[in-house]
Structure formats: structure tokens, C-alpha cells
């Protein structure tokens, strides 16, 4: 091949591209609008599980604690019965304050 050729494949060869690209730009728009719609929607659910997972994880942790603690009582100094209470006091309002979000965010409007 010589050189006209291949300036010849490579002007055929944008065109092609150009014409593709303005084939294109309707779906775009529309993947755009598409966008703006859908993801709003399926957000909302997302942050609510979100919330949810965690205040189930953090009254796991409070619930776990809570029965070594009880369960252990009289074997435990002071301190440690002290420290374990605040931990399952702490790690509960955690986990009720994340699923009270939860429910807030999903009766939002």
C-alpha cells in the first residue's frame, strides 16, 4: 500500500467513526435521563439497608456482651462488669439510633 491509500483508509475510517458517534448521541441522552430517574430511586432503599445492617450488627454486639455479662457476673472485677455495661449501653443506642435512621429514611417522601 502506498501512502494515498492508507490517507484514503484513514479518512474512510473517520467517517465511519463521526457517524457512529452521532448514531450514539440519542442513547446517551436518553442513559441520561434514564440515570437522573432510577438512581434516586434505588439509593433511598440502599442507604435504608445500610442502616439497618448496622444496627443489627450493633445490637449483635451489645446482645453477645450483654449475655457474657450476665452469664459471668460473679466472676468479673468491677471494673470489667463496668466496661462491659458501657460497651453493651454504647453499642445498643448505637444500633436502635441506626434503626430509627433506617425508618426515617424510608417514610421519607
Known amino acids: 500500500m502506498d501512502n494515498d491509500q492508507i490517507r484514503a483508509a484513514g479518512r ?6 463521526r457517524n457512529a458517534g452521532k448514531e ?6 436518553n442513559s441520561g435521563t434514564f440515570v437522573k430517574h432510577v438512581v434516586p430511586a434505588a439509593v433511598k432503599p440502599l442507604h435504608s439497608l ?10 449483635m454486639f451489645a446482645s453477645i ?6 452469664k ?3 466472676k ?3 471494673v470489667k462488669f463496668a466496661m462491659i455495661g458501657i460497651f453493651v449501653v454504647v453499642m445498643a443506642g448505637y444500633g436502635l439510633s441506626s434503626i430509627l ?6 417514610r421519607k417522601p
Not at 450514539?24 to 441522552?29: D, L
Not at 445500610?50 to 445490637?59: I, K, R
Request: proline share 5%; charged share 20%; aromatic share 16%.
Open 72 to 74: 459471668e457476673a460473679g
Open 12 to 17: 474512510v475510517a473517520g467517517k465511519m467513526a
Open 65 to 70: 456482651a450483654g449475655f457474657r455479662m450476665w
Open 76 to 78: 468479673m472485677s468491677p
Open 101 to 106: 435512621k433506617a425508618r426515617r429514611i424510608s
Open 50 to 59: 445500610w442502616h439497618e445492617l448496622l444496627g443489627f450488627l450493633f445490637l
Open 24 to 29: 450514539w448521541m440519542p442513547a446517551v441522552r
